[in-house]
């Protein structure tokens, strides 16, 4: 199978987003800054629309794109929650989703998310992973105490370019470290008895863990 064809061919399926969504995201590549593969719109669009999550939590906001993407596929009182530390994006993101009209629906927490999670004590139906790669492990324990039971934790970019399959010796050296904490994250997500995780093979990598009912043991995804 050519799998770059079939990657075309599929893209080719997904609907159009709206034109001011199209805009930013178009502009934002042109820029070179990073947002969301078609892929993680795919499977984000569809979870969304399917759990119809009332509170979104966003670790990583960059631009703000993937706020933007959620916010137009979530139930109308819905609200997010993304926290960025990266000071030159963080005006930009306030930026688009002021022109967007999202402002009153997204709130923004500036600063380490290592930093300022502990310091939530909402109870979030969704949480997007998509910050720095290497903190993903150091985040979870405190994601997992702000998602609520049945809530879905989605994780981007968790294969690496493929980078994952190789030893830790056959990746560059100063990528090592974010080699290791994220095979562990991934074998963690796997074996947590809270959760109940998928990994998919698609874009770069995504994982999707549902949080266990853990009185009844029930499982929902």
Known sequence: ??????????????????????????????????????????????????????????????VGYSALFMSEYMPENGRITTVENDGRRIPEAKRNFREAG??????????????LLPALDDSFDFVFMDAAKGQYLHFLPEVLRLLCPGGLLVSDNVLRGGDILESRYAVRRR???????????????????????LILPMGDGMTVSVRRHEDTGKREI
Request: hydrophobic share 40%; proline share 5%; net charge neutral.
């Open 102 to 115: 999202r402002d009153g629906r997204i709130t923004m927490l500036e600063g380490d998310a290592a930093e």
């Open 175 to 197: 990528d090592r470290t974010i080699h290791a904490r994220m095979r562990e994250y991934l074998y963690v997500l796997k074996h947590d008895p809270r959760l109940e995780t």
């Open 1 to 62: 199978m050519d799998e770059e064809r079939m990657r075309v061919f599929l893209h080719s399926l997904e609907e159009d987003l709206p034109p001011w969504l199209a805009g930013l995201r178009r502009r934002a590549r042109e820029a070179g800054i990073p947002v969301i593969r078609t892929e993680a719109e795919s499977l984000l669009r569809f979870l969304i629309r399917v759990r119809r999550p009332a509170s979104v939590l966003e670790v990583g906001t960059g």
